[in-house]
């Protein structure tokens, strides 16, 4: 698989994190983690591509992307990809354990005392705002990663952009009338894709704007 020089890691504009640094924010992502996978996902945004620039909006959908092509928990593929595009081998050790252990050990806390908050009326409350809650966030992250494929298919054209709308629509078909798992819309979604998107036919050489997918994370 290959993708196109605009997917190529963009430059950073920030200096690059320390290794300290990385902890650091990982850590503090890990403890503000209040809403779920949605609630990273913002605080991942908000961290790495709004006030750091270290790697830019289209650059992030990309790396998720992939995540989503692998089993297991996306959210730790996602800060793996990142903690190696910042700071290789060392990047990833502590960007996985900056955002998992502080969470963790919160975890194994709240779920130590559940049994003497579970039938507690004002717990049953606190849970009933926080759902919608974590709905508004799922939101403002979808939005987030739905930007730059929109200012691409802008860019490409009504045809394009007339394309990624039936995707969409009929990627929530599937997942809500047909109740297909999610493995299968997304290997569906990227066959499509191959069929529509790709530039070159027929087995020939990469088109000289494409570079292989394996630089996509390197280290700067």
């Not at 081998?89 to 998992?100: P, Y």
């Not at 992250?141 to 860019?155: D, I, S, T």
Request: charged share 10%.
């Amino acid at each position: 698989m290959n993708y196109s020089q605009d997917a190529q890691p963009s430059p950073l504009v920030s200096p690059p994190p320390t290794t300290l640094s990385l902890l650091r924010i990982w850590t503090l992502i890990g403890l503000q983690s209040f809403g779920g996978g949605a609630s990273t996902q913002l605080l991942i945004q908000r961290e790495f591509v709004r006030r750091r620039a270290w790697i830019g909006a289209d650059e992030l959908l990309q790396l998720w992307n992939l995540c989503l092509f692998t089993p297991g928990i996306n959210l730790i593929a996602l800060t793996i990809l990142i903690g190696r595009r910042l700071g290789g081998a060392r990047g990833i050790v502590v960007s996985v354990a900056g955002l998992m252990l502080p969470s963790a050990a919160v975890t194994c806390l709240l779920a130590a005392g559940f049994e003497v908050v579970q039938h507690s009326i004002v717990i049953h409350a606190v849970l009933r705002g926080v759902v919608p809650a974590t709905a508004g966030i799922t939101a403002v992250v979808g939005a987030n990663f739905a930007a730059p494929v929109a200012q691409r298919a802008r860019a490409d054209g009504p045809r394009i952009m007339g394309i990624c709308a039936v995707i969409i629509l009929a990627v929530t078909l599937a997942l809500t009338v047909l109740r297909l798992s999610a493995a299968a819309v997304i290997v569906g979604a990227a066959l499509l894709g191959v069929a529509i998107f790709t530039p070159w036919k027929g087995g020939g050489p990469l088109p000289p704007d494409a570079e292989p997918l394996s630089d996509k994370s390197s280290h700067p």
